[in-house]
């Protein structure tokens, strides 16, 4: 008999549910002899025991739903090693939580973070199959995440609306996308939606390179400006900063997000309307698109076979079109960034996108 418990943790995004029914598919169809625990609300779950008997029904039907039916919540690794408000030991708690239920293993759905504290948990002695999930797909050691390509469509769309109604009164649009360290999402859904600027957290900005594009277009008879810019977008002034010195000024930032700093200062810069348009958290819902189900399904199958061998400490990522089992120790900790080298960058350069720079 074996004992699987499962959990999603973080941010949630769309096909998490898609890739929980792959790895639930993929047990179900070699042999009947397993029990699932479906932990609550990501590690929280694992910490308190709130954990839920499930079957292969419960994990039927639910290839295109939205969300995660297991929930899920923030647990920041750096405070996996501090007790919580009533002394109790976090870490040593998911182990006795595991422990009583005798698992076999624990199937992990998460990102940056969540891989963070699997591999905690599998140098604690666990047995640990992670899933690459997140709208960032900035975890290391896969292509992609799932997730990703969904944000990317919705973000795009978004663009393409607000492309008409830029046309329509000549103004300057800033579309702010998801992604405070890394700008995947903003690089796609700006090509894809035709943004004149992008704006990443990889590339710091100079605004004064930002207005020169704006005025060089109105020169050139074009009517509006559309701006995709990363949550995580900077200047280059404020890159220089360190780390602490720039959290502070943001803390002190009398703007929402960065979007709005940039609109005030394109409108104190020229004679233009500027708009902000941010699409938040709609990027990370609804139902996924079929590249996500795709990938998500086959992860969750390849992770299925993993468990059935009993090959413990990997994350089944996405290289090269192919599923492929990735050690935990070397995916953690790390960030895939977007390469401002790189070929989309250069090629998006050379259709004449600026990035700020
Ligand atoms: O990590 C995914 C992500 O959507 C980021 O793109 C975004 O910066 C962050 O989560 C938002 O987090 P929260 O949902 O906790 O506000």
């Given at each position: 008999?074996?004992?699987?418990?499962?959990?999603t943790?973080?941010?949630?995004?769309?096909?998490?549910?898609?890739?929980?029914?792959?790895v639930?598919?993929?047990?179900?169809?070699?042999?009947?002899?397993?029990?699932?625990?479906?932990?609550q609300?990501?590690?929280?779950?694992?910490?308190?025991?709130?954990?839920?008997r499930?079957?292969?029904?419960?994990?039927?039907?639910?290839?295109t739903?939205?969300?995660?039916?297991?929930?899920?919540?923030?647990?920041?690794?750096?405070?996996?090693?501090?007790?919580?408000?009533?002394?109790?030991?976090?870490?040593?708690?998911m182990?006795?939580?595991?422990?009583?239920?005798?698992?076999?293993?624990?199937?992990?759905?998460?990102?940056?973070?969540?891989?963070?504290?699997?591999n905690?948990?599998?140098?604690?002695?666990?047995?640990?199959?992670?899933?690459?999930k997140?709208?960032?797909?900035?975890?290391?050691?896969?292509?992609?995440?799932?997730?990703?390509?969904?944000?990317?469509?919705?973000?795009?769309?978004?663009?393409?609306?607000?492309?008409?109604?830029?046309?329509?009164h000549?103004?300057?649009?800033?579309?702010?996308?998801?992604?405070?360290?890394?700008?995947?999402?903003t690089?796609?859904?700006?090509?894809?939606?035709?943004?004149?600027?992008?704006?990443?957290?990889?590339?710091?900005?100079?605004?004064n390179?930002?207005t020169?594009?704006?005025?060089?277009?109105?020169?050139?008879?074009?009517?509006?400006?559309?701006?995709?810019?990363?949550?995580?977008?900077?200047?280059?002034?404020?890159?220089?900063?360190?780390?602490?010195?720039?959290?502070?000024?943001?803390a002190?930032?009398?703007?929402?997000?960065?979007?709005?700093?940039?609109?005030?200062?394109?409108?104190?810069?020229?004679?233009?309307?500027?708009?902000?348009?941010?699409?938040?958290?709609?990027?990370?819902?609804?139902?996924?698109?079929?590249?996500?189900?795709?990938?998500?399904?086959?992860?969750?199958?390849?992770?299925?076979?993993?468990?059935?061998?009993?090959?413990?400490?990997?994350?089944?990522?996405?290289?090269?079109?192919?599923?492929?089992?990735?050690?935990?120790?070397?995916?953690a900790?790390?960030?895939?960034?977007?390469?401002?080298?790189?070929?989309?960058?250069?090629?998006?350069?050379?259709?004449?996108?600026?990035f700020?720079?």
């Open positions: 008999m074996l004992k699987i418990g499962m959990l943790s973080g941010g949630d995004c769309q096909a998490l549910n898609a890739a929980m029914r792959g639930i598919k993929g047990l179900h169809t070699k042999t009947n002899d397993f029990e699932i625990y479906g932990f609300d990501g590690y929280k779950g694992l910490i308190y025991g709130n954990v839920k499930m079957t292969p029904d419960d994990f039927s039907g639910i290839l739903r939205g969300g995660t039916i297991l929930g899920t919540s923030r647990q920041p690794f750096k405070k996996m090693r501090i007790p919580d408000e009533n002394g109790l030991d976090k870490v040593e708690a182990k006795s939580n595991y422990h009583k239920l005798n698992l076999d293993c624990l199937v992990i759905l998460g990102g940056n973070g969540t891989h963070k504290t699997a905690l948990l599998r140098e604690e002695g666990l047995n640990v199959v992670t899933l690459p997140t709208i960032d797909n900035d975890l290391w050691g896969t292509d992609m995440t799932f997730g990703f390509q969904s944000a990317v469509d919705i973000a795009t769309d978004t663009i393409d609306r607000i492309h008409t109604t830029a046309s329509s000549s103004r300057v649009f800033i579309i702010e996308v998801m992604g405070h360290k890394v700008g995947h999402v690089l796609h859904a700006g090509i894809a939606g035709g943004a004149d600027i992008i704006l990443l957290p990889e590339i710091p900005y100079d605004i390179k930002v020169e594009v704006i005025e060089k277009r109105s020169a050139a008879g074009k009517k509006f400006t559309i701006l995709a810019v990363a949550e995580g977008a900077i200047s280059k002034e404020d890159a220089k900063l360190k780390k602490k010195k720039y959290k502070a000024k943001l002190e930032r009398r703007f929402p997000s960065v979007a709005y700093q940039i609109a005030s200062e394109i409108e104190q810069k020229l004679d233009k309307e500027v708009r902000v348009t941010v699409p938040g958290h709609t990027q990370r819902g609804g139902s996924p698109c079929a590249y996500d189900r795709v990938i998500a399904t086959r992860v969750g199958a390849a992770a299925a076979e993993l468990i059935l061998n009993k090959e413990y400490g990997y994350m089944i990522a996405i290289r090269n079109g192919e599923t492929q089992k990735v050690p935990l120790s070397e995916v900790g790390k960030l895939k960034y977007v390469d401002p080298e790189c070929k989309m960058i250069q090629e998006a350069k050379t259709i004449g996108i600026s700020g720079d």
